[in-house]
């Protein structure tokens, strides 16, 4: 058999529905419960044979997206390469449609996508507990970004449970002008809560029972982003996009994870289409995109 020319994988980004974080812990992370829901913005990472590991973006934030080696992408071909003693000697090809720093995990996605698409290519079969390891190795995020659907993420995150959804959910995110640094927004809730006795982070069971029975109410009354007050501190102005898509109709807002993309829950599709209209419109963020939920976790896509 002959290696394939290139294995494309598809990633897709993620809102947290429920953020509760901890107290840092003394390794300078924090516990979390967080409830990952993938959602319909993807990313396509493609892995070709080459001669040394290089890395090329394409998308309208493509010139925001490093290509060294500090680029998620190239560090999971790197980790994978190194388990299988073989030279990470490929070329990754982002095509980037979720929002870079946002806070929908697209840097993850892109770790993740390579990371399978590496492991086709070069015919490895990895077992799946090895791909998750070297995802949390990658980072907090990476490992949903594989499994998608629906999950709780405790420890930094990395230690996952699926959890059953049981309809679909629409949503409209609002993209910020610039991103926002995930450890400083970490580090303005630690400054936030100095002093504080910050509880044990816990999953919801009423926002848990709300996605397990598809019930878009239940939930829009649930979310909850324990970040969102460092997001806010950092970025004021996120204040105003918050209310502008509630003001037209979106059922529930949220910072998205550490931000700066807001998240905005929906009853519908039509929904969805005036709400990001009215949020494009309302001069409170860069661009507005609609999505639904859950999706799946990173796919090979068929040659
Ligand atoms: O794991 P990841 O590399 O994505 O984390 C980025 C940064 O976010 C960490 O360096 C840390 O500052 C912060 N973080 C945290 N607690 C977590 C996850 C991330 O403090 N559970």
């Given at each position: 058999m002959t290696a394939p020319a290139g294995v494309t994988v598809r990633v897709p980004a993620k809102v947290n529905v429920q953020l509760a974080v901890g107290a840092a812990r003394p390794d300078g992370f924090h516990d979390l419960a967080n409830v990952f829901l993938a959602v319909s913005l993807y990313d396509e990472v493609t892995a070709t044979p080459a001669d040394e590991l290089t890395i090329t973006c394409e998308g309208p934030?493509?010139?925001?997206?490093?290509?060294?080696?500090?680029n998620l992408a190239a560090r999971a071909a790197e980790l994978l390469a190194a388990r299988h003693g073989i030279s990470p000697d490929v070329h990754l090809h982002i095509a980037k449609d979720i929002p870079v720093a946002?806070?929908?995990?697209g840097g993850s996605a892109d770790g993740a996508g390579a990371l399978l698409a590496c492991d086709a290519l070069w015919g490895l079969d990895t077992p799946r507990d090895v791909l998750l390891e070297i995802c949390a190795e990658l980072g907090s995020d990476v490992p949903f970004s594989l499994v998608g659907g629906a999950a709780l993420g405790i420890g930094r995150g990395e230690r996952l449970t699926a959890l059953p959804v049981g309809g679909a959910f629409h949503w409209v995110f609002a993209v910020a002008d610039g991103g926002l640094s995930t450890p400083a927004v970490y580090g303005e809730f630690d400054r936030l809560t100095e002093g504080v006795d910050v509880p044990e982070p816990t999953a919801s069971p009423v926002l848990l029972e709300a996605l397990r029975t598809g019930d878009t109410n239940a939930l829009a009354g649930a979310l909850a982003n324990d970040l969102q007050a460092a997001a806010l501190s950092l970025r004021p102005s996120l204040a105003a996009t918050l209310t502008a898509g509630t003001e037209a109709g979106a059922l529930a807002a949220l910072v998205s994870g550490s931000g700066p993309t807001t998240a905005f829950l929906v009853k519908d599709a039509e929904a969805a289409e005036s709400v990001a209209t009215a949020l494009t419109a309302?001069?409170?963020?860069?661009t507005a995109r609609v999505a639904t939920s859950p999706a799946p976790g990173a796919t090979v896509l068929p040659a």
């Open positions: 934030d493509a010139d925001k997206v490093p290509l060294d080696r500090t946002g806070g929908m995990a309302s001069g409170t963020c860069r």
